[in-house]
C-alpha cells in the first residue's frame, strides 16, 4: 500500500506525530491541524468519519487518532469499517476514558489499585459527601471528557462548595462527578502499545500538570514532561503485574477491540503504584517528548499497530525535555490573538504547535497551551537547558511556561 498517513486532531500531540510520520518520508494529512501542522502536512476540515471517507476517496491511508473525543464518538470504528488501518481503540473500549466512573468500576472489580471514590450524580448528593467528608484534601472529578481539566485538588470543603457552586449547572451529571481520595507520592506516566491482549511499554516519561509549582495550582492538559523516567526492576514488575496485565484481562474478557495506547496515569505512593487514571491514546504533552526521542520508522510502526500487532521499540539513548507555552488566562480565560515571532531554529529542538492560527506570514494565539518547545540531548539538564533556550527566543508576549520542568 502507500506510504500515506492521517493525523486527526490539532494539538502539539498532533504535531509531533505528524513531525515522527513525516520523517518516515510518507505524505502526511491531518484533519483538522492546526497553523504549524499545516507546515508539515496537508490539512482539511471535517465534522466526522464520512468527510474523512469522503476526502481519501478510494484511498485507505495509515490512520493515527489522537484526542480522546473523536474515540469516544467511534470514529476509529467507522473508519474500520471502510477499510481503513486505524491506531486508536473502539468506541467501547474508549469508555476507560471517557467514563471515569466506569475506569473505577473495572478497577475495583480488577483489584487494580487506584484512589477511592465515590459518585455522584446529583449536586446534592455531592454537597452532602462533602459536608460529612473528615479527611482533606479530596479530589472533585469530573466522570466525563474534560480535556484534562476537570479535575480540582480541594484542600477543605470550603474550596470543594466553591467547585460545586461553579459544576452545579454545568452539564455533567449523568454519568457523574467523583468524590474522590487524595493521593501523596510522585506522578509517572505509563504508555504502552498494546492490542488488548499483549502490550510493549513506550518511554517512561512525567507530566507536570499544574499550572505552576505550587501545591495548589489549578490542574491544566499538562504543563511540561520529561523523558525517560528510570524505574527499577521491582517497580516495573509491580506495575505489569498489578495494574497492567489485569488490565489487559478486561480488555481480553469483555473482547474490546483495542489496537493503539493505553495510558496509565500513576502515583507511586508509599504503598505502592496506584492509578490516577487510564487514558486510551497518547499523552499530551508526552507525546512531544517520546517521539523526538526514539529512532524509527514511525509509519511502519503505528502501521503494524494498526493490524494488531506490538512491536517493541528501541530504549532511547537520549533524554527529552517538553516545555509548554500557554496563553495569558490560561486554564480559564486563554487571552487570544497573540501574536508570535518563533525566531531561528535550533539543534535537537523542535517547536510543536496547538493553539494557533495564522496571520499573513505570521502565527496568532488561538487557544490555551499554544505551544509545546521540546529539546533533547544526551543527559536530562542539557535537555532542558536545550528545551528553555528555544523558549527564550521565542517572542510569544505574555504567555506562561512553568520555570522548573525537569529540574533535578
Not at 527566543?393 to 520555570?403: A, E, M, V
Request: charged share 20%; hydrophobic share 40%; aromatic share 8%.
Amino acid at each position: 500500500m502507500e506510504r500515506e498517513a492521517l493525523v486527526v486532531g490539532g494539538g502539539a500531540r498532533e504535531h509531533a506525530l505528524v513531525w515522527g510520520l513525516k520523517k518516515s518520508g510518507c505524505d502526511v494529512y491531518s484533519t483538522p491541524g492546526n497553523a504549524g501542522i499545516c507546515q508539515d502536512a496537508t490539512c482539511f476540515p471535517s465534522q466526522g468519519p464520512d468527510d474523512v471517507i469522503a476526502y481519501f476517496g478510494t484511498r485507505r491511508p495509515l490512520t493515527v487518532i489522537g484526542p480522546e473525543a473523536p474515540l469516544a464518538a467511534g470514529w476509529s470504528d467507522a473508519l474500520r469499517a471502510a477499510g481503513f488501518p486505524v491506531v486508536g481503540p473502539s468506541a467501547k473500549a474508549a469508555r476507560l476514558e471517557s467514563s471515569k466512573r466506569l475506569a473505577k468500576e473495572v478497577m475495583r472489580q480488577y483489584d487494580i489499585p487506584t484512589a477511592g471514590a465515590r459518585a455522584a450524580h446529583h449536586p446534592e448528593e455531592l454537597w452532602t459527601m462533602i459536608a460529612e467528608s473528615r479527611h482533606w484534601p479530596m479530589v472533585l472529578k469530573q466522570s466525563g471528557l474534560a480535556q484534562g481539566k476537570g479535575v480540582v485538588v480541594a484542600p477543605d470543603p470550603e474550596h470543594a462548595r466553591e467547585v460545586l457552586n461553579v459544576w452545579s449547572s454545568q452539564d455533567i451529571w449523568r454519568d457523574g462527578v467523583l468524590f474522590e481520595e487524595f493521593l501523596s507520592g510522585w506522578e509517572l506516566s505509563v504508555q504502552v502499545v498494546t492490542n488488548g491482549r499483549q502490550y510493549v511499554w513506550l518511554p517512561t516519561a512525567r507530566d507536570y500538570k499544574r499550572l505552576t509549582p505550587e501545591a495548589q495550582s489549578p490542574n491544566t492538559g499538562g504543563m511540561g514532561a520529561v523523558a525517560p523516567i528510570p524505574l527499577d526492576a521491582a517497580l516495573t514488575g509491580e506495575i505489569n503485574r498489578m495494574i497492567l496485565d489485569p488490565i489487559m484481562t478486561y480488555l481480553s474478557e469483555g473482547d474490546l477491540l483495542y489496537r493503539g495506547v493505553l495510558y496509565a496515569g500513576l502515583m507511586i505512593t508509599a504503598e505502592g503504584p496506584k492509578v490516577l487514571e487510564f487514558n486510551v491514546r497518547l499523552g499530551d504533552p508526552e507525546t512531544q517528548v517520546v517521539v523526538p526521542l526514539v529512532d524509527v520508522d514511525w509509519w511502519d510502526f503505528w502501521y503494524r499497530v494498526s493490524q494488531g500487532d506490538v512491536p517493541a521499540l528501541p530504549e532511547p539513548r537520549q533524554a527529552a525535555v517538553a516545555v509548554v507555552m500557554a496563553a495569558r488566562g490560561y486554564p480559564v480565560h486563554p487571552q487570544r490573538g497573540m501574536r508570535i515571532v518563533l525566531g531561528p531554529e535550533a539543534e535537537d529542538t523542535q517547536v510543536f504547535h496547538a493553539g494557533t492560527g495564522r496571520d499573513g506570514d505570521g502565527f496568532v494565539s488561538q487557544g490555551g497551551r499554544v505551544l509545546t518547545v521540546s529539546g533533547w540531548a544526551k543527559t536530562l539538564p542539557e535537555a532542558r537547558a536545550k528545551a528553555y533556550q528555544r523558549v527564550s527566543q521565542i517572542d510569544f508576549p505574555d504567555s506562561y511556561i512553568r520555570p522548573d520542568i525537569g529540574e533535578l
